[in-house]
């Protein structure tokens, strides 16, 4: 008797479900503001990503003194999670350009929301740090996709104000961290750190799925590239570790000199392999585009700028004497400009200035910004306007810069290329966070002043290198065509 082998109807359905992208219903695919809906799903995943990388170093007082841990052991907490999301930025966005990426935008948000609620009940410091392993493979998910998903979603004369708005939602999520994470660490818990993630979750799932369009160009993949995923993790976490040990980790020079020589040899291979490979993870002609080469530089040093004084204000404030909570209400100057001018900035400059003056006019402005802090003391005063325009600044950059670097890359590798443009962000925040430590440590613990002005030295060189990548881009903007359903 022959036995039917097929798979049962059922199973079929299921796997059809699980795998499909649904499409937005029709009443809201058909409303003439049917975009702003998709990008206003978009920027609750940006507004996450960077409250939940503000809001987690609120927690490291009580992880220690909960688990019985050293600082060295807590900082993996943030350290796992930073490298893991690095590391599979570019690996997800390949994978949404074959499979779809509102596909894996939304699996991304199932995936951090589950590991956001098991953070919260991690019994050991070993299983919390586990868990945002799994809790950043999620957000990769989500933030390779959210600039493809704007860009997608968005009318081409629309892109940047839409890529201004979701800069704006990284900003007031960069703003509200410290604030949201002292009042849940004082009053609920460091568990709630991670609690909070849940219901924001679920809401951005809901929305997600009614919200946001199909994808319509898609770049097949017959084979996914494993070889050059390793290569890139090895690269991207021998340099950041590397970096962060010369922050005055107690590590080795004979270790640090062998991390750093890991970077180079692995991405030496990385790219060589990316040449003979049939299905390269990153097709290495994207970066021929003058707009994406010299866009990337600028985007990582964007972030660099941006990062950096979230560590040197703190420590600058308190060693005058200033408490946690005056330093935190200063840096509040810094995402309280970038929002404004990441929201506004098509307000008040010419709308017919072109996305590579607008970098030009934003990085000039930050350049400035952070020079004045090698002249002046860094008192309040003198902190709050320079933090405000700084932000400004880096307010007006940042979408005019995503804008060109997405407007270089085909729609239908739109998911690469936003996991470029995240892939770099999440660089310049490491070496802003850990070039800024490595100058005040070089200065000694007894001379901050001195620290202060090496690290603004290290500021004003990546401003000027941002406003060099501005000034070497095109002089006009690619256009590529758009579309979604």
């Not at 090895?234 to 980790?249: K, P």
């Not at 020589?261 to 290495?284: E, I, N, S, Y």
Request: with cysteine; proline share 5%.
């Amino acid at each position: 008797m022959a036995t039917d082998m097929s798979p049962h109807p059922s199973r079929k359905r299921w796997s059809a479900v699980l795998i499909a992208e649904r499409p937005r219903p029709e009443r809201i695919r058909s409303r003439p503001d049917a975009w702003w809906l998709a990008v206003g799903t978009v920027c609750f995943g940006a507004f996450m990503g960077q409250l939940d990388a503000s809001i987690v170093t609120l927690t490291y007082g009580s992880l220690r003194t909960g688990f019985h841990a050293s600082l060295a052991a807590v900082e993996w907490v943030s350290l796992a999670y930073l490298l893991t999301l690095v590391a599979l930025l570019v690996p997800a966005g390949r994978l949404a350009d074959a499979h779809g990426r509102k596909l894996l935008y939304l699996y991304g948000f199932a995936v951090f929301t589950l590991a956001s609620a098991a953070c919260g009940l991690a019994p050991s410091l070993f299983a919390l740090v586990a868990f945002r392993v799994v809790q950043a493979a999620g957000a990769a998910m989500m933030q390779a996709n959210s600039v493809a998903l704007v860009t997608t979603s968005a009318p081409r004369e629309r892109m940047r104000s839409a890529l201004g708005v979701q800069a704006a939602a990284q900003a007031l999520g960069l703003a509200l961290g410290p604030t949201v994470g002292g009042a849940l660490v004082s009053t609920l818990g460091w568990r709630w750190v991670f609690w909070v993630n849940v219901p924001v979750g679920v809401v951005a799932l809901v929305g997600g799925h009614y919200l946001l369009p199909r994808t319509r160009a898609r770049a097949r993949v017959a084979r996914f590239d494993w070889a050059g995923l390793g290569l890139l993790a090895v690269a991207t976490t021998s340099a950041l570790m590397g970096v962060s040990a010369a922050s005055g980790l107690a590590v080795p020079g004979w270790g640090l000199a062998l991390l750093f020589v890991f970077a180079a040899c692995a991405g030496w291979g990385f790219v060589r392999w990316q040449r003979r490979a049939v299905t390269p993870l990153l097709d290495l002609a994207l970066l021929r585009s003058r707009a994406v080469a010299f866009g990337l530089t600028g985007a990582l040093s964007g972030y660099l700028v941006l990062f950096g004084p979230l560590v040197l204000v703190p420590v600058v404030l308190t060693a005058r004497g200033s408490s946690d909570l005056t330093a935190g209400l200063v840096l509040t100057a810094l995402p309280a400009g970038f929002a404004l001018a990441a929201t506004g900035g098509d307000r008040l400059l010419p709308r017919g200035l072109p996305d590579r003056g607008r970098c030009l006019a934003g990085a000039v402005v930050f350049t400035v910004a952070v020079s004045v802090l090698l002249v002046v003391p860094p008192a309040i005063g003198w902190l709050v306007p320079v933090l405000a325009l700084t932000g400004l600044g880096l307010g007006t950059f940042t979408p005019a810069n995503n804008t060109m670097i997405m407007s270089a890359i085909p729609a239908s590798s739109s998911g690469t290329g936003g996991g470029l443009v995240n892939m770099t962000r999440g660089l310049g925040t490491a070496l802003g966070v850990a070039l800024v430590t490595l100058a005040l440590h070089l200065a000694g613990g007894d001379r901050v002043q001195a620290g202060a002005r090496w690290a603004a030295a290290v500021l004003v060189a990546a401003s000027a290198v941002a406003v060099a990548s501005a000034w070497l881009s095109p002089r006009t903007d690619p256009t590529v065509s758009r579309a979604a359903t």
